[in-house]
């Protein structure tokens, strides 16, 4: 199987039916990609495929073949992309476990939407953190936003 992630073509074996996060995690050992629920629902496993935000635990290795597929690894080497410099310089993250996911689903947001508003970052940002840091967050992609 060949998979293009962060602009490069991986070529490996794996069963069809393997979720791409443990692709991505276990194959290729690429952990920034976090596994938090396994359903679909929390969001840590968020990942750009053609531009889309998608929950990487439930998309089967060979649905994204021949796909663009982006990880949080593939934004920047030095945390230079404008979302992860907004996440540092408003004190985004907590414990930090959902947040790759969170800038993730912050990037395809600003990507559609580069002046987003308060309802429409909260209706587009529907990743899970248990820490609630949810106003840091708005904030921001306000920041990003108003650059």
């Not at 934004?75 to 969170?102: F, K, M, T």
């Not at 308060?118 to 940002?125: A, G, L, N, V």
Request: one cysteine or more; hydrophobic letters at 35%.
């Amino acid at each position: 199987m060949n998979l293009t992630i962060n602009n490069v073509v991986h070529e490996f074996e794996v069963d069809e039916d393997t979720p791409l996060l443990w692709v991505l995690r276990d194959t290729l050992g690429m952990t920034g990609t976090k596994f938090g629920c396994g359903v679909a629902q929390c969001g840590a496993c968020s990942v750009l495929i053609d531009g889309q935000v998608q929950r990487s635990c439930s998309i089967p290795a060979a649905a994204v073949e021949g796909r663009d597929i982006k990880t949080i690894e593939g934004l920047s080497r030095d945390n230079s992309h404008p979302v992860q410099q907004a996440w540092i310089a408003e004190d985004v993250p907590q414990c930090g476990y959902c947040q790759s996911g969170q800038i993730i689903a912050a990037v395809a947001l600003l990507e559609a939407n580069p002046k987003p508003s308060d309802d429409e970052i909260d209706k587009s940002m529907t990743n899970i953190c248990r820490c609630g840091s949810y106003s840091r967050i708005r904030k921001a992609i306000h920041r990003v936003a108003n650059a």
